[in-house]
Nanobody, 127 residues
């Protein structure tokens, strides 16, 4: 059974940082991709970043490019999302998901749906 556990959310002031973690089990971690998404109240789900374990390539949405960094620890089957310079508009529930592909198309929820999803972790950025 594939399981993804997202953690690290919380309350932070604007300009602050958080690091989210996604721990994956029951999944061939080395051959696939992990993506981070978020959904704010009343808004569509947004693809933020992904990392391909197959070739190490990464993708960032324009909204987080330069502020968020995705990385992985293969030994721990964990992918991290370091979030810096947080803004109130970053407030959302953040989800990690697993799939075979990491690119601009698969990170667009209107075009593609990742196969496996974690339960989400809430990030609240106060002004």
């Amino acid at each position: 059974e594939v399981q993804l556990q997202a953690s690290g959310g919380g309350l932070v002031q604007a300009g602050g940082s958080l690091r989210l973690a996604c721990t994956v089990s029951g999944f061939t971690f080395a051959d696939n991709s992990i993506g981070w998404f978020r959904q704010a109240p009343g808004k569509e789900r947004e693809g933020l970043s992904c990392i391909s374990k197959r070739d190490g390539s990464t993708y960032y949405a324009d909204s987080v490019k330069g502020r968020f960094t995705i990385s992985s620890d293969n030994a721990k089957n964990t992918v991290y999302l370091q979030m810096n310079s947080l803004k109130p508009e970053d407030t959302a529930v953040y989800y990690c998901a697993a799939d075979g592909l990491c690119n601009a198309v698969t990170m667009n929820p209107t075009l593609y749906d990742y196969d496996y999803w974690g339960q989400g972790t809430l990030v609240t950025v106060s002004s």
